[in-house]
């Protein structure tokens, strides 16, 4: 979160809900993502295997005001392109490209019928389209390379990088402190097969019967993203019918969304099904393995692949022109979601045909993001102060052990031999 304002950001979902919730609101709730920022969208498989576009990310997901999703959508275009050095014409362009996607492609679901809406989803044809729409020939051609990228990003890509073969059996390397193995001794794997039952009864019926058909390997401890720092996150390895028949689960930590203070609590008691329950109904297309889990200690977690065909740009390396056609793709995308769980007509009423919506989440996005510079310069500077303590990666070389609970809890626990900057 220190290194730029955009950074900052990303990291600070709870700042900007408590600031919308200060706010008059359209009353028009839809099942929000939470934090719509642009990291948050991206390729992933569908199940039919197709590679599709769409949020990634419901920590926080939660039925709230629709214009929630779309001012943290916009603001993070206006700090990326900020971030990237842009005019302040090309950052008032790629803006309110965002804000218009959003509001034409409601409009666009307004008049379809609810089945065509279920259906619709953003897959590589759509993808070409929005490239071509870019930059030509030349944008669908990086389109088509994209996708590509995405599909070596499978199951095999994950386990060359994570697991190694000892002995002749695989496991997860150890590599800290974005990676660390946890030994499966005798009293830890009943509970892990504890657990894996448990998380199985949250799986739909036909994947209830396919998980069945894998056994437990291995399980590490894996370091999650900026916006979950702080969130307990393993992995689990899982072998089907042979050495070359593997999945890698990713099980992580959910806890209550930072929208409930400004709408309302969750109507599930489960944090891991809040989340699973408002991917499933937002997203065109969900993971197989989307499931939840609670530790007897009380802890959450829902759990998803570790990666199948996962893939967002790195938006630093855009140029303007791309960006801009990022922030239509993440625009009309946001808009498909909404109208899943809302009422697109209703929405599409609100805001009209003209650019008044555009232009106000346009000033909306430069002036909050000016905020979110004055709160990062203070953040910063209170770390350099040291009213902040903040743990940087070289200085983690804890070992983390594995501690389960009779109880089924799951927690990393450090040594006394990690020297943590700031306790």
Known sequence: MSVNPFTFYRGS?????????????????????GDAHLSNFGLFAAPDRAVIFDINDFDETLP?????????????????????????????????????????????????????????????????????????????QAAKRTIAKAQKRDTWSALSKLTEVVDGGRQFIN???????????????PIIGGLLE?????????????????????????????????????????????????????????????????????????????????????????????????GKQGRDFYIRQLRDMKWSPDVTLLAPAYLRAYAMICGHTLARAHARSGDAIAIDSYLGTSAKFDNAMLNFGLAYAEQVGKDFARYTDA????RVAVTRDEVVTANLAFAASAEYGIQAVRTPTAELAGG
Request: net charge negative; proline share 3%; hydrophobic share 45%.
């Open 13 to 33: 979902a709870l700042t900007m809900a408590t600031d919308l919730g200060t706010r008059p609101n359209s009353g028009l709730n839809v099942q929000l993502c």
């Open 64 to 140: 709230g005001p629709f214009e929630f999703d779309v001012a943290r959508l916009t603001t993070s275009f206006t700090l990326a392109a900020q971030n990237n050095g842009f005019s302040g014409v090309e950052i008032e362009n790629i803006t309110l490209a965002a804000a218009n996607s959003y509001r034409t492609a409601i409009a666009e679901f307004a008049k379809m019928g609810e089945l065509e809406i279920w259906y619709n989803r953003v897959d590589a044809s759509v993808l070409s389209g929005w490239g071509r729409d870019a930059a030509g020939a030349k944008g669908a």
């Open 383 to 386: 770390i350099a102060s040291g």
């Open 175 to 189: 590599a800290p402190p974005v990676l660390v193995r946890i030994s499966l001794e005798s009293d830890v794997h």
């Open 198 to 294: 448990q998380y199985r009864g949250s799986l739909i019926d036909d994947r209830r019967e396919l998980l069945s058909r894998f056994r437990l390997l291995d399980v590490g401890h894996k370091v999650v993203g900026v916006g979950s720092v702080g969130l307990l996150a393993f992995v689990i390895l899982l072998q089907g019918r042979d050495e070359s028949d593997l999945l890698v689960l990713q099980v992580k930590q959910a806890v209550r969304s930072v929208l409930e203070p400004v709408t309302a609590p969750s109507e599930f008691d489960k944090q891991g099904e809040r989340v699973v329950s408002g991917q499933r109904l937002t997203q065109a297309a969900s993971d197989i393995f989307l499931g939840w889990i609670r």
